[in-house]
């Protein structure tokens, strides 16, 4: 069954799209013909891989692709990026969708016997990475006159939100950041016609999930928790950020959405 292409002529930015929740909502909404601006921050031995994998997708979607390996933090790199974008498409008001999947923060232990411990500098460069770079980009699309005139913003939270894991308290500051700074781009910028949700993945095994300590005992208790008795999926979450690009989901704004199959039930 050939997906249907309603999103023919729009553009979606996605931050972080080369592994996990941004490389499978990229897929998910190139097959529903929407051209992405991909930007991602990966290893030069890794980007030819990468690389192929996008040309793929514009391949086998017949859409436009550019995509930047660069840190989407620097202020001229998102310059760059979005000039590019603009002189891409030859108009402005081309941004459906603006999705923020950057997972650059720090695991360190608040306290341990061994090892570093958690400073400030970890702290304020998670949350910036992981949250105030939302506002960050959104303001700047803003600025190139680049949004559409029923834009999308939709980012990625977690559980640790509102429960504490070891060695997760940087990530779960700038997840809890990244949720109230959403509610306020929703409120702010709902003039301009933007909506601004985050959806609360269920345990997700990525790259990103792997690199967490103890991330084994959380895959099995997921498994118990869970009364699908599965662990969520990165498609699993990319279905949700394109029902909420769609016409229908117009009226949902500054909201957070569980997609993790009842995970957070118990």
């Not at 002529?9 to 990229?26: D, E, M, N, R, V």
């Not at 992405?36 to 994998?53: D, F, Q, T």
């Not at 590019?84 to 941004?95: D, F, P, S, W, Y």
């Not at 460069?125 to 699309?141: E, G, P």
């Amino acid at each position: 069954m050939v997906a249907e292409r309603t999103h023919e002529g729009h553009w979606a930015i996605i931050l972080g799209a080369s592994k996990g929740l941004g490389l499978a909502t990229a897929k998910k909404l190139a097959s529903h013909g929407m051209n992405l601006c991909l930007v991602y921050r990966e290893k030069r031995s890794e980007i030819s891989a990468i690389e192929k994998i996008f040309d793929t997708i514009k391949k086998d979607c017949t859409i436009e692709i550019v995509y930047h390996n660069m840190d989407a933090m620097k202020e001229d790199n998102r310059k760059r990026v979005l000039a590019h974008l603009k002189e891409t498409a030859q108009r402005e008001g081309i941004v459906k969708v603006l999705v923020h999947s950057i997972a650059k923060g720090n695991l360190k232990p608040m306290l341990t016997e061994e090892g570093a411990t958690l400073k400030n500098d970890d702290f304020r460069l998670t949350i910036n990475s992981m949250a105030i770079s939302l506002y960050d980009w959104t303001k700047d699309i803003v600025s190139h006159n680049l949004f559409s005139k029923d834009a999308r913003i939709i980012s990625f939270t977690s559980e640790g939100n509102t429960k504490a894991w070891p060695h997760y308290a940087a990530v779960s500051a700038a997840k809890v950041a990244l949720e109230a700074i959403t509610r306020s781009i929703a409120l702010e910028f709902a003039p301009l016609g933007i909506k601004a949700n985050c959806i609360q993945a269920g345990v997700t095994d990525t790259a990103s999930f792997r690199m967490i300590p103890g991330s084994d005992l959380i895959r099995e208790n997921t498994l118990l928790r869970n009364p699908n008795k599965r662990m969520t999926t990165p498609e699993d979450v990319a279905a949700v950020v394109y029902l909420l690009t769609r016409d229908e989901a117009k009226w949902i704004t500054g909201t957070i959405i569980p997609v993790d199959g009842g995970e957070h039930l118990s």
